[in-house]
């Protein structure tokens, strides 16, 4: 048994892509785009960050906002990963590269 934690990125689905699941049943599948394995400290920061407590396989949304506090904490050396530097760069480009209005993040974890 493990502690695995992702964070998902939705894009926005066209009016076509939302009647095509409604009729046939299906959900949009996310892309991963960060993943930590056995890393606790990343489910008590999201728990903190978001007010909330961490479920297991629940889903939570994770905002501009909690990326802009993710990566300061990272970079600041309050929080460390097992690939900080790697997740810094991530995040960065994710920051500077997603249209928050039309793209939806969602954290993720399962024991």
Do not use: A, P
């Not at 990326?67 to 309050?78: A, K, R, V």
């Amino acid at each position: 048994m493990g502690l695995d934690t992702s964070i998902y990125k939705y894009k926005e689905q066209t009016e076509k892509e939302k009647i095509y699941d409604k009729l046939v049943g299906e959900r949009q599948q996310g892309e991963e785009v960060l993943y930590w394995r056995k890393h606790h400290h990343i489910v008590e920061w999201f728990g903190q960050e978001l007010g909330q407590l961490i479920e297991n396989c629940e889903n939570y949304e994770v905002t501009e906002e909690n990326f802009i506090n993710l990566l300061h904490d990272l970079e600041s050396g309050e929080l460390t990963t097992y690939e900080t530097s790697e997740d810094i760069k991530i995040i960065t480009k994710l920051l500077k590269e997603t249209d928050f209005e039309k793209t939806k993040f969602i954290f993720s974890n399962w024991w």
